[in-house]
């Protein structure tokens, strides 16, 4: 099956830690992207890259990290910098152009204890 | 940036219904995106409205996109329990998709 997936499903995170999240799809998609989604909210744009090395910052990097060594992963690493983690964390990918028509994973649910 | 609003906030009709929902953006754009949420769960793509595009018809859902007004709606057809999500709208700008905040949609069987 084709497709994108994140990992884990639910993830918890202790005061001063970085926690990573996982996404890999299969879909061969030069672009990939990581979003939050709060509740009630949209998504926001956390960082995205449109080829394999390369990544860029979305509208709220800050307190994230990524790395794209492989077209099929783009890990996020979400640092302790970051105040609030707490939310739905989505990741996403496109063909070639970036920004088109997003297939995105399940989702990884970040809580802080 | 954000540009997409939709616009009702919370949609609940009976089964069978029409539903209709507005999404408003500021800026010119290249395509208008829909997409659906069910709770949490990823979001799946509806459907892409290119700007020189009126409208588009993809089974039960109808897209309508006017660039004078900077609005689309999407109506989804003799609903159906199933259809009960958040819908989204997302703009493609200055290369760069913006989703909007969401339209909770409940069907009642």
């Known amino acids: 099956d084709g497709g994108i997936t994140q990992s884990p499903k639910y993830l918890f995170r202790k005061e001063g830690q970085n926690v990573t999240l996982s996404c890999e799809q299969n879909?061969?998609?030069?672009?990939m992207y990581w979003y939050r989604q709060d509740p009630g909210q949209g998504l926001r744009l956390i960082y995205y890259s449109q080829i394999v090395n390369d990544f860029q910052k979305g509208d709220i990097a800050e307190g994230y990290s990524v790395s794209r060594e492989k077209k099929e992963s783009f890990p996020l690493t979400v640092t302790s910098a970051q105040k609030n983690p707490t939310a739905f964390y989505l990741c996403a990918s496109s063909e070639a152009g970036g920004h088109e028509t997003q297939y995105f994973g399940p989702g990884t649910r970040l809580l802080v204890l | 940036s954000q540009q997409g609003e939709e616009d009702p906030q919370a949609l609940s009709i009976q089964e069978g219904e029409n539903a209709t929902m507005n999404c408003s953006y500021k800026t010119s754009i290249n395509n208008l995106q829909w997409y659906r949420q069910n709770s949490g769960r990823g979001l799946v793509h509806l459907i892409l409205i290119r700007s020189n595009e009126r409208e588009k018809h993809s089974g039960r859902l109808r897209v309508t996109l006017d660039t004078s007004k900077k609005s689309s709606s999407l109506l989804i057809t003799a609903s159906r329990a199933a259809d009960t999500a958040s819908y989204f709208c997302?703009?493609?700008?200055?290369?760069?998709?913006?989703f909007g905040k969401g339209n909770q949609v409940v069907v009642i069987p």
């Open positions: 879909l061969n998609h030069d672009a």
């Open positions: 997302a703009t493609k700008g200055n290369n760069r998709l913006a």
